[in-house]
């Protein structure tokens, strides 16, 4: 994600012409959309790391546009500072309701707009990588059971309604507990970091590994028959061999 790509939705020119003068000081790279039709067009062609929304807009509302953003699943995470010249609370409560992250008042203050924009950056990294660690197994750094289990289940969907081939793999490291007992477990924990890196080289790109178990992994090959999944299988062995 670039954090320095924002996207400034308002119906009013002079708002926009402010905002990019105020972003672009602070090294920020703006895209500007002059009503909530045009924003959502913007999402499906481009990446945005924040968005600042106005409240009040003809045709869709900023409510109704932030309804939108957080409704879509490629656009949820995307952090969203609402702007309006009202301080009615119970839209600022409705808004943060809907899931936006913050809320400013026009006319704005640039250093507060600045100050607030920075900090929601910094949570949607936090977020970002806490959801990622969640996802990671903790010794190897490959997918943990429970997202190979997720990233599997949506292979096995895709494979069935394009009606293609799927083909699954469990690998099991031999004698591993020989290995612990007599090196110790950090000669283990080695042993376990290197067999993943291993198989993380020779595997394709939209294959989906993971450690399944404590010497368990796992492979899910998308678009793959048998007899191509056990041949890949015994390379990899003989490659760890």
């Not at 926009?16 to 500007?32: H, K, M, Q, R, S």
């Given at each position: ?54 409240m009040y807009m003809p ?127 950090e000669a283990g924990d ?52």
């Amino acid at each position: 994600m670039d954090d320095k790509k924002i996207l400034a939705v308002d119906d009013a020119k002079d708002t926009l012409l402010l905002l990019e003068f105020d972003l672009t000081a602070e090294g920020y790279e703006v895209i500007f959309a002059e009503s909530g039709e045009q924003a959502l067009q913007i999402l499906e062609n481009q990446q945005v790391s924040l968005i600042l929304l106005d409240m009040y807009m003809p045709g869709l509302s900023g409510l109704d546009t932030l309804k939108k953003i957080k409704e879509n699943r490629a656009t949820v995470n995307i952090p969203i500072i609402m702007l309006s010249s009202s301080n009615d609370g119970n839209e600022i409560v409705a808004a943060l309701e809907l899931g936006a992250d913050d809320y400013v008042t026009k006319p704005y203050l640039a250093k507060v707009l600045l100050a607030r924009i920075r900090t929601s950056l910094r949570l949607i990294q936090k977020t970002l990588a806490l959801e990622a660690l969640a996802k990671t197994d903790f010794l190897t750094g490959i997918n943990n059971r429970a997202s190979f289990e997720e990233l599997a289940r949506k292979a096995i969907s895709q494979a069935n309604r394009c009606v293609q081939e799927i083909s699954f793999a469990m690998l099991d490291i031999d004698y591993f507990k020989k290995v612990n007992d007599t090196y110790g477990h950090e000669a283990g924990d080695k042993v376990l970091k290197a067999f993943a890196k291993n198989l993380s080289e020779q595997v394709r790109d939209y294959d989906i590994i993971g450690r399944v178990g404590g010497e368990e992994f796992a492979i899910c090959m998308p678009n793959t028959i048998d007899e191509h999944a056990i041949c890949a299988c015994d390379r990899i062995r003989q490659n760890i061999e």
